[in-house]
Nanobody
Framework: QVQLVESGGGLVQAGGSLRLSCAAS????????MGWVRQAPGKEREFVTA????????YYADSVKGRFTISRDNAKNTLYLQMNSLKPEDTAVYYC???????????????????WGQGTQVTVSS
């Protein structure tokens, strides 16, 4: 199992930047594909971005492509999400998610992930 703890959320003006982190417990972080999923009030969870276990493959939702960057440091058991050019529609609770993976695939739907953090709020004001 892996336990996930997000940090770095907050309030930012449109056009600003935030960097989210997700600290993972355990010694097998590199065995997990990782992703970020967000949920806005009254909406379903939405895939944002994912990264394969080794970091070689990344995937992005069209809505964040070119603005967000996912990365991971397997030596530090940490996942990151750099968010630039933030828009009010990016306002949501952002969740870090993990699924054990034996290859370079990283899930692109929220329902494929097995482990979740508690979430961190990101609010973008206009």
């Amino acid at each position: 199992q892996v336990q996930l703890v997000e940090s770095g959320g907050g309030l930012v003006q449109a056009g600003g930047s935030l960097r989210l982190s997700c600290a993972a417990s355990g010694r097998t972080f590199s065995s997990y594909a990782m992703g970020w999923v967000r949920q806005a009030p009254g909406k379903e969870r939405e895939f944002v971005t994912a990264i394969s276990r080794g970091g070689g493959n990344t995937y992005y939702a069209d809505s964040v492509k070119g603005r967000f960057t996912i990365s991971r440091d397997n030596a530090k058991n940490t996942l990151y999400l750099q968010m630039n050019s933030l828009k009010p529609e990016d306002t949501a609770v952002y969740y870090c998610a993990a699924v054990r993976s034996g290859n370079s695939y990283a899930p692109r739907t929220p329902y494929e992930y097995d482990y979740w953090g508690q979430g961190t709020q990101v609010t973008v004001s206009s």
